[in-house]
């Protein structure tokens, strides 16, 4: 039974780059036909007015971090080793209702630049608990979002984690950085197991994953562990893989093979399995990922401001890999804004010594950033605007300088919309912001909230930053000797995004 009818718009067609005037039917929070404009509805059935709108898929963020939204600003030149090592002063001492806060910051501002699903990789200090992954959850539920929410978590610390680095801090920082341990993986498993059984939410709206956060940060019996709990209750994983350059080469040394070989041979790389950023690959890595049909979440705005590289995803695009578009967390990236995400990931493509009909097109991302992050997160039914499939649509408001004029609106929805075009969103026939208003909650103390917390927050992780601010300079020199080792499959690496 049809009960609601968006009647007016025009539906942009990613495949074909047409934009035609329909009416779409929607019964329940699903699509139920794509129709003629002004076609029969039932005479009790609801009406938006999507006069003068563009309707597309909503965004999908492939990769984010809601717990870093309470950390916007804090940093400028930081790399990803600077970033790792400033974990503690970032994130330390979150309560509860911090958690809940900084995710629902994030949420908010996805919602209102267009994107209805997120995969969320929230860390806690000192490691997951079932608390907090259910503020992070009931964070997204209320705002109306989708999201897959895994806990980040590692059973080794940063300064752990790469052969040779704690060896080579001078010894005052050493000793304190030793003291500085990871609960027990044993620990972290069973709170997980906790959260997966205890999980509340519709999972067609919010659902559990794991994110055991990069392999050189884990054991190998909990990389194990987490696979293992994934089979039994049918969740995804999600991990940063080969993100940097050191990274690659501490892979290679502490496992005698590629970060993706390792886990292909643990297990964890198949069709549930998403690597983040995915930069530092070979095409054996490549050719892996794809064989076991395993996605990538493309981070094109962080990974340039990290300075980690260029990821090579036509490349695995070519080896069958699924690649989704992400933002990374506010804390890296500096919004949540997918449109941006989406503009960069066509540029970088074109910066790679690659022709141009090897770039990414304006289609290809667009794609990459709807149904592509779709089967990232697990979702089968949302990511495009056909019948049989989740009615979330975003209205783009095509009086907007982005679209005036209007000449081709694939690629102007991928090439000029920065979230500034977007009038109103719908997630499962809901809407959650009507003309630029949310309207799910109430956003008007959200700023007070914000402020209030990261000043006690400043006050208690003052210890934290001292210590983070001491090691800086130390790990920029250490990582940087690291880093100078060869690395076997650079030259692969490089020739990927030629091939």
């Not at 999908?60 to 939204?69: K, L």
Request: glycine share 10%; net charge neutral; hydrophobic share 45%.
């Amino acid at each position: 039974m049809v009960d609601l009818v968006i009647r007016g718009g025009r539906l942009v067609d990613v495949r074909a780059r047409t934009v035609e005037p329909a009416d779409v039917l929607v019964e329940g929070d699903t699509i139920a036909e794509i129709a003629r404009p002004g076609g029969a509805a039932p005479a009790d059935a609801r009406s938006v007015d999507a006069r003068g709108k563009l309707l597309i898929p909503g965004l999908i963020n492939a990769h984010t971090h809601g717990h870093s939204n309470l950390a916007k600003g804090m940093m400028d030149r930081y790399d990803l080793q600077l970033l790792l090592n400033a974990a503690a002063w970032f994130s330390g001492n979150r309560t509860a209702e911090d958690k809940y806060l900084s995710t629902l910051i994030g949420a908010v501002e996805m919602v209102k630049k267009g994107v209805t699903a997120a995969y969320d990789l929230s860390f806690e200090l000192p490691s997951p608990s079932v608390e907090g992954l259910e503020a992070v959850a009931r964070a997204y539920a209320d705002v109306g979002m989708r999201a897959a929410v895994a806990p980040m978590m590692g059973d080794r610390t940063f300064y752990h984690a790469h052969p040779g680095l704690l060896e080579a801090l001078p010894a005052d920082l050493r000793a304190r950085v030793e003291g500085v341990t990871a609960a027990p993986y044993t620990t972290m498993l069973d709170t997980c197991r906790k959260a997966l059984q205890s999980w509340k939410h519709d999972r067609e709206q919010v659902r559990p994953a794991l994110a055991p956060t990069i392999p050189l940060h884990c054991t190998d019996p909990f990389m194990v562990g987490c696979r293992d709990l994934a089979r039994e209750f049918g969740v995804g994983i999600h991990m940063h893989v080969a993100e940097s350059r050191l990274q690659a080469i501490s892979g290679v040394r502490r496992y005698g093979k590629t970060l993706v070989g390792h886990l292909d041979a643990l297990g964890l790389v198949g069709p549930q399995f998403t690597a983040a950023h995915a930069i530092w690959l070979d095409r054996d890595d490549m050719a892996r990922l794809g064989e076991r049909g395993a996605s990538a979440a493309h981070n094109p705005g962080s990974n340039m401001r990290l300075g980690s590289g260029l990821a090579a995803v036509r490349a695995m695009r070519a080896h069958g890999v699924n690649v989704a578009i992400g933002t990374d967390g506010t804390s890296c990236s500096d919004n949540q804004n997918v449109f941006e995400a989406m503009r960069l990931a066509s540029f970088v493509s074109r910066v790679q010594g690659t022709p141009p009909e090897r770039w990414l097109s304006a289609p290809d991302v667009l794609t990459m950033a709807t149904e592509g992050g779709a089967r990232a997160l697990g979702f089968e039914k949302i990511g495009r605007v056909a019948a049989g499939y989740r009615a979330d649509l975003v209205f783009l408001d095509a009086a907007h300088p982005n679209y005036v004029p209007l000449n081709d609106a694939v690629n102007q929805v991928v090439y000029a919309e920065d979230g500034t075009g977007v009038h109103s969103v719908m997630i499962g026939g809901r809407l959650v912001v009507d003309a630029g208003r949310v309207t799910t909650l109430d956003v008007s103390t959200l700023a007070a909230r914000a402020q209030a917390a990261v000043e006690r927050l400043r006050t208690a992780n003052e210890p934290a930053r001292r210590l983070v601010e001491a090691l800086e300079p130390v790990l920029g020199a250490v990582c940087g000797t690291l880093m100078s080792h060869p690395y076997h499959v650079e030259r692969h690496a490089t020739q990927a995004g030629l091939s």
